[in-house]
T-cell receptor, first 115, second 111 residues
Framework: QQQVKQSPQSLIVQKGGISIINCAYE??????FPWYQQFPGKGPALLIA?????SEKKEGRFTISFNKSAKQFSLHIMDSQPGDSATYFC??????????????FGKGTKLSVIP | DSGVTQTPKHLITATGQRVTLRCSPR?????VYWYQQSLDQGLQFLIQ???????AKGNILERFSAQQFPDLHSELNLSSLELGDSALYFC??????????FGQGTRLTVV
């Protein structure tokens, strides 16, 4: 019940194209859904996040779409650039009491944007 | 810069040895999480502390232990090291929003 399923495992997109990464969850207690971007040898960096009372959030070329009834959310990268080539992790967070949150990560998607 | 500091950045040690990884969370964050990431793998959750107390445990080996000190910094102790323990070890801290911020990691190489 604590799992977050992420797909695809890897993705190759042409420069200028749209990259789409999908995640699904089961636990309805999750109330915060962040996406992380990780370059090789670096720590994951918080990219964009959404709460379930919003169906879409956009920050620059990055958009999260959230479907509460289907328990799915996705990351769209518009006008993908070679510099976007990285591993992307979706995550889901639930409050575990006394100010503490529990984070569950998807297994990651390796994105390669080719010129 | 996430505000989470991990030391050392690199560590090379021999099998059977013991090492300590250190993490300083962002100012004001009470939660600290530890993750292990092997080559081209996902993030394996090890353990979470909140304000000095253990809150959640993941796939942490018995040879590994952690603690969070009163000043909120945390240490991950890895003992009886094996070749398979070679990995990137990340610490993250979170505020009371659910968002977690990661350090740059410690690359551990066991030879």
């Amino acid at each position: 019940q604590q799992q977050v399923k992420q797909s695809p495992q890897s993705l190759i997109v042409q420069k200028g194209g749209i990259s789409i990464i999908n995640c699904a969850y089961e636990n309805t207690a999750f109330d915060y859904f962040p996406w992380y971007q990780q370059f090789p040898g670096k720590g994951p960096a918080l990219l964009i996040a959404i709460r379930p009372d919003v169906s879409e959030k956009k920050e620059g070329r990055f958009t999260i779409s959230f479907n509460k009834s289907a328990k799915q959310f996705s990351l769209h990268i518009m006008d993908s650039q070679p510099g976007d080539s990285a591993t992307y992790f979706c995550a889901a967070s639930s409050y575990s009491g006394a100010g503490s949150y529990q984070l569950t990560f998807g297994k990651g998607t390796k994105l390669s944007v080719i010129p | 810069d996430s505000g989470v500091t991990q030391t050392p950045k690199h560590l090379i040690t021999a099998t059977g040895q013991r090492v300590t990884l250190r993490c300083s969370p962002r100012s004001g964050d009470l939660s600290v999480y530890w993750y292990q990431q092997s080559l081209d793998q996902g993030l394996q959750f090890l353990i979470q502390y909140y304000n000095g107390e253990e809150r959640a445990k993941g796939n942490i080996l018995e040879r590994f232990s952690a603690q969070q000190f009163p000043d909120l910094h945390s240490e991950l102790n890895l003992s009886s090291l094996e070749l398979g323990d070679s990995a990137l070890y990340f610490c993250a801290s979170s505020a009371e929003t659910g968002a977690a911020f990661f350090g740059q990691g410690t690359r551990l190489t066991v030879v």
